[in-house]
């Protein structure tokens, strides 16, 4: 399914006076000379992206309490139904341009959101309509932007370089996670929160100029194995993908491996949502003022990602290289589902947190760039529209089903222990899906080398 493999090129060379660097680099991770440049650009990329990201996460977070915490399964609702909205558009923008155009199409649409939402809150017309708004479009952004981030990854990497190198890429986005909140600590009081969001979009900017560079690196790279004898990649590579707006969902329901993603990501949601539901209410009942909530889910950010980076850059790949993709793929599931056994045992404000962390960071560092090996062996259109679709959509519908799941419980009178104790063999069916894709991710990268 991969057409040219610009980074796998014997005949690729690290650029002038980059040796020092990649020996610097051999060190934290197992790159080629000749992927030092991609795995640069990429690094920065993402750095850009969650930065931009955590600048608005506290803001957003606090927006969900201050609203009510009651009140949250229609702030999900609200994001699944502006998430169906943007699927269709995305598939019809795929369809008709090649990525490097649509590519940086995409960031530029959020750029504009980001503005509009300055010029909305300098103007304090509808406050509470436009939190809520906010609430609901962060919600969206985060997981756009990154599923078409990993996407680019995926269209550009083979299978073998993602074990290798998708830890330490991530590891830049941790990067930018732990400098958004530390920014925002920094200057939410001298220049206001409101004006954090040009700064925000400012670093969707810098993105991308990453995006381009990589363009301009696979295109020489393409050049080259034109130049080596094939005559199909540069076409290939100018051409839009084709099909139609509904493309990813008939991709989906045509795929057993994509149907196996999708309760992945089904199973992963209902549990981080009902674990977000079980924070709220307990944070909620340990603090009354909003300042000394928003501190808290500060140093919860920080510690999560402070932890992420630590595993990314010194553990990530060699778990992958050990255990396989497979078992890597369940330790999460596995972990999580001790974890829920204890905060049903004890459901107060330091195992929620210490969960939390322990759970944010597994995801970032083992489970999300593990996850995204997973289409590293699928079709390009495959990587941008199923699984745009998947990020997005299937996301979110698991957060919105999950959400008034959650309600419907806390409803018939179950407590948040009775919740916790629910979770637990959701965990061991959640580890079990993710354990056989594994296995299979492996089984066809082995069939496309062959």
């Known amino acids: 399914n991969i057409v040219a493999e610009p980074f796998d090129s014997e005949t690729a060379v690290p650029a002038p006076g980059s040796s020092h660097i990649y020996i610097w680099l051999k060190r934290l991770v197992n790159v080629e000379p000749h992927e030092l440049k991609a795995l640069s650009w990429s690094c920065i990329y993402f750095f850009a992206l969650l930065c931009g990201y955590y600048i608005l996460r506290p803001l957003r977070d606090e927006m969900g309490i201050a609203g009510g915490v009651k009140n949250l399964q229609w702030l999900f609702t609200g994001t699944f139904l502006a998430m169906l909205s943007v699927v269709p558009l995305f598939g019809w923008i795929t369809s008709h341009y090649p990525r490097r155009r649509f590519l940086p199409y995409v960031y530029y649409f959020f750029i504009g959101n980001i503005l509009l939402f300055f010029v909305l809150f300098k103007s304090n017309i509808t406050h509470a309509v436009v939190a809520r708004a906010f609430f609901i479009w962060v919600s969206v952004f985060s997981l756009f932007v990154v599923s078409v981030f990993w996407s680019f990854m995926a269209d550009i990497f083979r299978s073998t ?30 220049l206001g929160p409101t004006n954090l969001l040009l700064i925000s979009a400012g670093l969707l900017g810098g993105a991308v100029f990453c995006v381009k560079r990589l363009i301009a690196w696979r295109e020489n790279s393409i050049v080259r ?75 919860m950010d920080f510690s999560v990602n402070a932890l992420t980076i630590i595993v990314q850059l010194f553990l990530t790949g060699r778990i992958v290289k050990h ?128």
């Open 161 to 190: 370089q993602a074990k290798r190198l998708f830890g330490f890429i991530a590891a830049g986005g941790t990067a930018g996670a732990l400098t958004g909140p530390a920014l925002t600590a920094a200057l939410a009081v001298p």
């Open 225 to 299: 194995a034109a130049a080596a004898g094939d005559a199909t990649a540069t076409e290939a590579e100018d051409q839009a993908m084709g099909g139609g707006i509904l493309a990813a969902f008939q991709l989906v329901l045509k795929s057993p491996y994509l149907i196996g993603i999708c309760l992945l990501m089904l199973l992963f949601t209902t549990l981080a949502t009902f674990l977000y539901f079980q924070q709220a209410h307990i944070i909620r009942d340990h603090f009354a003022d909003s300042a000394d909530r928003t501190t808290v889910f500060a140093i």
């Open 323 to 450: 255990l396989g993709l497979g078992w890597t793929l369940a330790l999460i599931p596995l972990l999580l589902g001790i974890g829920f056994l204890i905060l049903g045992l004890t459901p107060v404000l330091g195992t929620i947190i210490m969960l939390q962390i322990i759970r944010r960071a597994g995801n970032y560092a083992v489970m999300k760039p593990a996850r995204e090996m997973l289409y590293v062996v699928l079709s390009k259109e495959e990587k941008y529209k199923a699984k745009n679709f998947i990020d997005t959509a299937i996301y979110r519908g698991g957060d919105v089903v999950s959400a008034w799941a959650f309600a419907g419980l806390q409803g018939l009178g179950f407590t948040l222990s009775a919740i916790a104790f629910i979770a637990v063999p959701l965990s061991a069916i959640w580890a079990l899906i993710s354990f056989k894709l594994g296995k299979t991710q492996e089984a066809l990268a082995n069939l496309n080398r062959g």
